[in-house]
T-cell receptor, first 112, second 116 residues
């Protein structure tokens, strides 16, 4: 059974600071996704990471994937209030592509 | 592109009634769609995989007779919550993928179901 663990689950940070969210998963996979969810809303795709060493950046967010360590990181640079949301990583099993298992989510609050 | 439309956005119903939720892929064909359930401040729980033209595949612990899924066309999947009870109150989200396993899931806007 594929397990996906995120940490921290809750993160409160000051504007302008940097921080990293971690996503560990339990079985071999080379498909990892990061999503954002605003309160009361559905999920929005942020990044798709499909190979070992993949790095994607969009604005103040950068995601990376280490398939050997079964670890992905989502790095936040110089946080701003608009980044406040819940971030989920999700992993597909190689044998069941398209059927994603989600982490518990990291709720980020950026304070002025 | 890759827009998934879900309807209704919210619904309030009385115990014992049934509620149908629609999920449509507007600009692509989705042979597979997924239905998730999310409780407040929790992650998404996969309920079932909806396959066009065949029976849905349900996750362990999900009652297939209670959560009826129909995927009659390449652009429409429906989830019917039958004989709803207050414990069925939740946020239900559908999703679809353009290229199975190589693209992210595109989510509908979700349906907030409240059973009174």
């Amino acid at each position: 059974e594929l397990k996906v663990e995120q940490n921290p689950l809750f993160l409160s940070m000051q504007e302008g600071k940097n921080y990293t969210i971690y996503c560990n998963y339990s079985t071999t996979s080379d498909r990892l996704y990061w999503y954002r969810q605003d309160p009361g809303k559905s999920l929005e795709s942020l990044f798709v990471l499909l190979s070992n060493g993949a790095v994607k950046q969009e604005g103040r967010l950068m995601a990376s994937l280490d398939t050997k360590a079964r670890l992905s990181t989502l790095h936040i640079t110089a946080a701003v209030h608009d980044l406040s949301a819940t971030y989920f990583c999700a992993v597909d099993m190689n044998t069941n592509a398209g059927k994603s298992t989600f982490g518990d989510g990291t709720t980020l609050t950026v304070k002025p | 592109g890759a827009v998934v439309s879900q309807h209704p956005s919210w619904v309030i119903c009385k115990s014992g009634t049934s509620v149908k939720i629609e999920c449509r892929s507007l600009d692509f064909q989705a042979t597979t769609m997924f239905w998730y359930r999310q409780f407040p401040k929790q992650s998404l729980m996969l309920m079932a995989t909806s396959n066009e033209g065949s029976k849905a595949t349900y996750e362990q612990g999900v009652e297939k007779d209670k959560f009826l899924i129909n995927h009659a066309s390449l652009t429409l999947s429906t989830l019917t919550v039958t004989s709803a009870h207050p414990e069925d109150s939740s946020f239900y989200i559908c999703s679809a993928s353009l290229l199975r396993g190589f693209s992210p899931l595109h989510f509908g806007n979700g349906t907030r179901l409240t059973v009174t």
